[in-house]
């Protein structure tokens, strides 16, 4: 590879909702980050690695910005700050259809901090008329300073990603690629097949419930095709009313969690999978660090 490579690490910031993990994906042209129309949906960072034959550009996804509830949330604002310490540039997403909100102002002042180049991002252009997304665009320059560069885009559509990744090459080093030029993410294969199962889980289970779920994956046995991928997992609740509630009489949701979250991994390993769910209650996990950290969510230590 010449000295010309481009190479660097990018954090999508945002708060919560606003399409980073719909962004992630788009830049990818392949979904690995689950999205869902609730916001918290994300609570770990994950890189996407974009390759083309001048550069890499490892962009992270991250947990929506928002003031912390639990120590879930303690665990998901040190995602963000991890990504953003060694970030070479930021993306800073906004809603163009909600607009700004004081949620907005928190990722801004998380921004002041970064001594890197910001791209604010207006999504989800798709929704709004052109003259809503000029006010928002008047709106930030004036609220927020004149310095913004500002890109309008939309995930979902795959609208204006081009130009960003265009223009965040010229903020970049020139270095060689930080990955091997065939990863795809800093994820493994389990702890994506996981967040699949946790993504049907908010799009198929209603009010509180899907934020009190954690899954862990028991078995991932990789087998020949066609043999099928064999995958178990455990789902775990917050409390027993809730177990009773994902299972659904005579285990209709559960199947229906596990017949999509099946569909979503085979998509991802090009191969048939053999998905077995169970459902287990840990009481009220979100507010114990010990229970946390064994689920995959260890809070990091005040400093
Ligand atoms: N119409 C439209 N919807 C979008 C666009 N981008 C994202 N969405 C939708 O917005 C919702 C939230 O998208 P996510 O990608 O999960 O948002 P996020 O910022 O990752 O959210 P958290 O992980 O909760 O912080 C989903 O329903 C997406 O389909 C867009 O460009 N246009
Ligand atoms: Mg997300």
């Known amino acids: 590879m010449g000295s010309d490579f481009i190479s660097g690490s990018v954090a999508i910031l945002g708060r919560p909702n606003v399409g980073k993990s719909t962004f992630l994906n788009a830049v990818l042209k392949q979904k690995i980050a689950i999205v869902s129309p609730r916001p918290q949906t994300t609570r770990d960072s994950m890189a996407g690695i974009y390759q083309d034959s001048g550069s890499q550009i490892v962009f992270y996804d991250t947990p929506g910005i928002h003031q912390p509830k639990n120590q879930l949330s303690h665990y998901m604002l040190h995602e963000v700050e991890e ?66 560069l500002l890109f309008r885009v939309s995930a979902l559509k795959g609208k204006g990603v081009g130009e960003v990744v265009g223009q965040l090459k010229k903020f970049l080093p020139r270095q060689e690629p930080l990955f091997p030029n065939e990863d795809l993410t800093n994820k493994t294969l389990r702890e994506l097949a996981a967040e699949m199962v946790r993504e049907q889980c908010f799009l198929q289970l209603k009010q509180e419930i899907p934020y009190g779920v954690a899954v862990v994956i028991e078995e991932f046995e990789e087998k020949e095709p ?75 230590k005040k400093k």
């Open 83 to 148: 990504v953003l310490e060694g970030a070479d540039a930021a993306l800073f997403l906004a809603d163009a259809k909600e607009g700004l909100t004081d949620e907005d102002y928190l990722v801004v002042e998380w921004l002041k901090k970064f001594k890197n180049p910001v791209l604010c991002l207006l999504n989800k252009i798709d929704q709004v008329p052109e003259g809503r997304v000029q006010e928002l665009s008047g709106r930030i320059k004036s609220e927020l300073g004149e310095g913004w």
């Open 226 to 300: 066609p043999q099928p991928v064999v995958i178990q997992a455990t789902i775990y609740v917050e409390k027993d009313s809730q177990k009773g509630i994902l299972i659904g009489s005579q285990g209709r949701r559960l199947k229906a969690i596990g017949s999509a979250a099946r569909q979503e991994i085979e998509r991802l390993l090009g191969q048939k999978v053999f998905l077995e769910l169970w459902v287990k209650v840990l009481k009220d996990w979100r507010k114990d660090e010990a229970t946390l950290k064994k689920l995959g969510y260890p809070v990091p």
